[in-house]
């Protein structure tokens, strides 16, 4: 997708060297930064330069890619993947990418390994870039009849960023809108602004920004009342896994717009890619939910007057925080999953059908 006009990916190799945007700049600097160590990949992933679940899949990928580089003895390449795995846990694209490339790489001998892990890796980011422009394909027939019935704007409300930033390009949630401003439908987004880290604001509102679709950013209890007075006409979200009974971890807060969905009849779609699923677990209590540090609610970070990046406390210093990173919102609230394949129910069924 488009920064100031020119097309961009999230990630690309370079040079023996991984390039990323660094998310944590935006949307008030655009930076390009270097990766040439598996630790400078795993602390990006950490400090979330980059971030969304098929992202940092991808980012795992290639930073096996520079293990290997860097020492091609399988020992550091196996702590490099246990590594990798550990840096954020809820989002399954991440232990997804890493067990596709620690099973590519099995066996294979040391004069072949490094070129065959640049191969899968290169073959993980074209086939997530395939599979987002297909979720925009089969999403844009639910905005399409909409627009249809409705013969106005479609508003559709999403919650964090499931972009091309989260993505290699497109997007999930946003496949399909893009898709749609394409064809010349008209869509206005309600932009979660998704607090803590605010990558609604920051990243969501900026790509769209960007691609020139009109957008508004509300605080994340908004989202209630504009359904209510029938401003809302779908949600779409991204999922960071989603279990085979359709169920879906997403950024915190989701769920409290599922609910608010669900009790004003407005649809509730989650977009995924199949690399998003994750068919070992049943039960939603078993998903690891990161919990991640309190300064990311007790502190804000944006420009001073002097255009100067400021992190600031607005919190009492005395006050405890708890800072969950997902939530899980269940089958029921969901109308349907927006996949590759086509648009399923979510449920085993729907999935099973899809996808077996
Ligand atoms: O903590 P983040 O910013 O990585 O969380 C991202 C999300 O919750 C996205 O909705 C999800 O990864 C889907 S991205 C296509």
Known sequence: MKVQGKKYRTIWFENNIVKIIDQTKLPHQFVVKDLKTIVDVIDAIKTMEVR???????????????????????FFLKKSSENLIASRPTAINLK???????????????VEILKIALEEAKTIVE????????????????????????????????HCNAGWLATIDWGTATSPIYQAHKKGIKVHVWVDETRPRNQGANLTSYELNEEGIPNTIIADNTGGILMQKGQVDMCIVGTDRTLSNGYVCNKIGTYLKALA??????????????????????????????????TELSHIEGLDKDNKFQKV?????????????????????ITGLITEKGICKASEKGLKELFK
């Open 96 to 110: 997804w990418a890493v067990d596709r490339m620690m099973n590519k790489l099995s066996g294979v001998n040391s």
């Open 313 to 333: 406390l607005i919190y009492p210093q005395k006050s405890k925080v708890l800072n969950l990173a997902f939530d899980i919102t269940p089958a029921k609230l």
């Open 261 to 294: 969905a669900k009790d004003n009849n407005v649809p509730f779609y989650v977009a995924l890619p199949s690399s998003t699923i994750d068919w070992s677990i049943k039960d939603p209590k078993d998903i690891p939910i990161e919990e991640r540090e309190p």
């Open 127 to 158: 086939e997530d870039v395939e599979f987002c422009k297909k979720i925009g394909m089969n999403g844009l027939r639910i905005i399409e009849d909409i627009a249809n019935k409705k013969k106005d704007t479609v508003n559709i409300l999403t």
């Open 52 to 74: 969304g679940a098929p992202l940092i899949g991808a980012a795992a990928a290639y930073g096996l890619v520079l293990s290997i580089i860097e020492n091609e003895d399988y």
